[in-house]
């Protein structure tokens, strides 16, 4: 409403009143807001744009097929994405698999059920977690939760669960699951504070009508507050997607950095942003380069495919709920 | 009052610093190189000792890697480059001025394993080493291992091959080395900064594979013979060309060095792994400055000069103690007629 009022709408066209108009403070902020926000969508471009051009070689001598190929041989000149998508899009699901029930139920407790001071302290400890370096993440994992996937865990879902093809093979300790697993314990800091800051915008009302109603805490939380808080939730699960498909130091030092595809979770993978970091700065030759640079659009249109998805998927849950509700 | 006396003070002797120095920093002669990451501790030293005898210069040197640093010099970005592999034709073809091969230090690169309870160090014949890394030998006690360790017991476990994920000079030796004393290598697999491994899982950079190796058993991985003998870690010997057993050290490497300088060419292109002589390692390489063989500007031609001479002699003495092998005296002696090329 503001900018209608200081916007003389009818003022004719030209270059003299434009600049009469930008004496109004309004109008410099609109104009300068405007470019900022134009800089954003440009750098996007920008970006496709330089992946595109150094990427010519591969695209022209791969076409299509560089997405469907397993190879990935430097010696012959073989280049080939799918093992990278493999293990980029599994990895990134099993952490989501992991961290969401985990941290939308640890966001819960913290809105909820927790008093204020111990909620307070949590959210501190949280925050702090998502500021630690993933170089700090993939150090840790090393030295305890591949140790620990090795002998413990690993062994394990063999024993138990090893008629499933996904829990068979040789146990490494390195491998999707871990990496899987890692990643899960970076993206949980995104989680729970998001979550935990949209189940606290919900207004008491809502608490107060559904326990007026007759309901328990539990059900109240459950069945009001968490779907009236589902859109920050769901946001907050995104985030943590998209760390997880782009996250690259972490996950080079678990995954096992084998260009190949097994249905077996324990067994060693790749993903694509760990191969450009591992071989960019030691890639001999154009056409290696230039794969390279295409598996970066890869994951650049990978990244745009899946948010798409998710947000249609929120749009087509949101629709489903308002009409139960 | 006192502390504004104090902070006029400070300003004061700032700016006299300032006045000094300007005049100083504007003489220098700047130049700038990139490239390979495993002679950085030398190349740092050199590029700090240097300029104190060379006053009028100063060298900056980013280790970025081997192929970023042939990429640079490309592209005209640095005044010369590094690498860990000599540059290939197509490579060079590239370049509108032909650069020029300085070999200035030497590497080696040894087995390391992770056998629980086995205190020997272990033999390795080429036959045995390309097995292993080709996957063909799968477990610890095969025959052909016993044969070369009589007397050793080995455990009859799976072999866990560790390698190199990063594309690195080291991984280019090391598969280098193997297509040469394998023909299955070769066709299967080859040699390069980065190969199709058809074995075995990656682990970045060389305390990454010893970290891996460490901790699982029953393992086996590459590594710098620098990075081993700093660490500490327990290696085992390979057979050489000559049909000895040598555990790596700074004098067999450089000996191999030694033993491939009569067939050198004259451009210093040279791969020495599996080199010829009774006590010549097997698996070492050398490390090359880039320089290309016309300088627009006299000053850095001159300072570039300067260097290459005071590296071949001087230099040379500061290898040993950074654990890197220095070069054999009939390198030094080619490589100072090369200089000359220099335009």
């Known amino acids: 409403?503001?900018?209608?009022?200081?916007?003389?709408?009818?003022?004719?066209?030209?270059?003299?009143?434009?600049?009469?108009?930008?004496?109004?403070?309004?109008?410099?902020?609109?104009?300068?807001?405007?470019?900022f926000a134009s800089l954003i969508l440009l750098l996007t471009l920008g970006i496709v744009w330089e992946l595109w051009i150094h990427s010519t070689l591969a695209r022209e001598k791969f076409g299509f097929g560089f997405l469907t190929s397993t190879a990935w041989n430097p010696v012959t000149d073989q280049f080939g994405a799918f093992p990278f998508i493999y293990g980029t899009v599994i990895t990134s699901v099993l952490a989501l698999l992991i961290a969401v029930p985990l941290g939308v139920g640890a966001a819960i407790f913290l809105a909820e059920l927790a008093p204020p001071r111990i909620s307070s302290a949590f959210t501190f400890f949280i925050e702090l977690l998502a500021a630690v370096p993933s170089v700090i993440y993939g150090l840790l994992a090393i030295f305890t939760l591949v140790p620990l996937m090795r002998d413990s865990i690993g062994p394990f879902l063999k024993a138990r669960l090893g008629f499933l093809p996904i829990f068979t093979g040789p146990v490494f300790g390195v491998g999707y699951l871990t990496a899987g697993m890692i990643l899960a314990i970076m993206t949980l800091p995104f989680i729970i504070s998001i979550s935990r800051d949209s189940l606290l915008e919900v207004p008491t009302e809502q608490r107060e009508a559904a326990l007026a109603l007759g309901a328990t805490r539990w059900e109240s939380t459950w069945h009001v507050v968490v779907p009236y808080a589902r859109l920050g939730i769901f946001g907050s699960i995104f985030l943590g997607l998209a760390r997880a498909l782009g996250e690259t130091m972490a996950v080079t030092m678990v995954i096992g950095n084998d260009p190949s595809i097994h249905a077996s979770l324990l067994s060693p993978g790749y993903t694509i942003a760990a191969i450009i970091a591992n071989e960019f700065a030691e890639a001999t030759g154009d056409l290696y380069l230039q794969s390279l640079v295409a598996l970066a659009l890869v994951l650049f249109v990978l990244t745009i495919v899946i948010n798409a998805l998710a947000r249609l998927l929120i749009i087509a849950t949101t629709r489903r709920g308002s009409s139960q509700a | 009052m006192k502390k504004n006396g104090l902070w006029l003070g400070a300003f004061g002797a700032l700016a006299l610093l300032l006045a000094v120095a300007e005049p100083v920093l504007l003489a220098k002669v700047l130049i700038n190189g990139a490239?390979?990451?495993?002679?950085?501790?030398?190349?740092?030293?050199?590029?700090?000792?240097?300029?104190?005898?060379?006053?009028?210069?100063?060298?900056?040197?980013q280790a970025l890697g081997s192929g970023a640093g042939i990429r640079q010099l490309t592209e005209g970005t640095v005044d010369f480059g590094a690498s860990d592999m000599p540059m290939t034709d197509a490579q060079i073809s590239k370049l509108k001025v032909k650069p020029l091969h300085f070999p200035t230090v030497l590497g080696g690169i040894v087995p390391t394993y992770n056998i629980p309870g086995l205190k020997q160090d272990l033999k390795f014949t080429p036959a045995v080493l390309a097995g292993i890394f080709l996957g063909k030998i799968k477990k610890w006690s095969d025959p052909e291992l016993t044969k070369a360790n009589p007397g050793v017991k080995l455990p009859d476990t799976d072999i866990l091959v560790v390698h190199r994920s990063d594309g690195s000079g080291t991984t280019f030796v090391f598969t280098d080395y193997l297509s040469k004393v394998s023909p299955e290598w070769k066709t299967v697999v080859g040699s390069n900064t980065s190969v199709k491994w058809p074995v075995g899982i990656g682990a970045e950079h060389n305390e990454g594979v010893a970290g891996l190796v460490k901790q699982s058993p029953n393992s086996i991985g590459y590594v710098e013979l620098i990075y081993a003998t700093q660490n500490k870690m327990g290696y085992g010997a390979i057979q050489n060309a000559a049909g000895t057993f040598l555990r790596a050290d700074l004098g067999s490497v450089t000996e191999a060095a030694a033993g491939a300088a009569k067939n050198m060419p004259d451009d210093f292109r040279v791969s020495i792994t599996n080199a010829p002589g009774k006590q010549a390692y097997p698996i070492a390489s050398f490390t090359w400055l880039l320089v290309p063989s016309k300088f627009a500007d006299a000053e850095k031609k001159k300072v570039i000069v300067e260097f290459l001479r005071w590296m071949l002699t001087d230099g040379q003495k500061y290898a040993a103690g950074l654990s890197y092998a220095p070069l054999p005296k009939e390198v030094v002696a080619k490589e100072e007629k090369a200089i000359a090329l220099i335009q």
Do not use: C
């Open chain 1, 1 to 35: 409403m503001a900018t209608s009022v200081t916007l003389p709408a009818h003022s004719p066209p030209g270059a003299r009143s434009f600049f009469k108009r930008l004496t109004s403070g309004d109008e410099i902020a609109r104009l300068v807001t405007t470019l």
């Open chain 2, 35 to 61: 490239g390979a990451t495993f002679p950085e501790v030398i190349y740092t030293k050199w590029f700090e000792e240097f300029p104190k005898k060379y006053p009028d210069s100063q060298i900056n040197y």
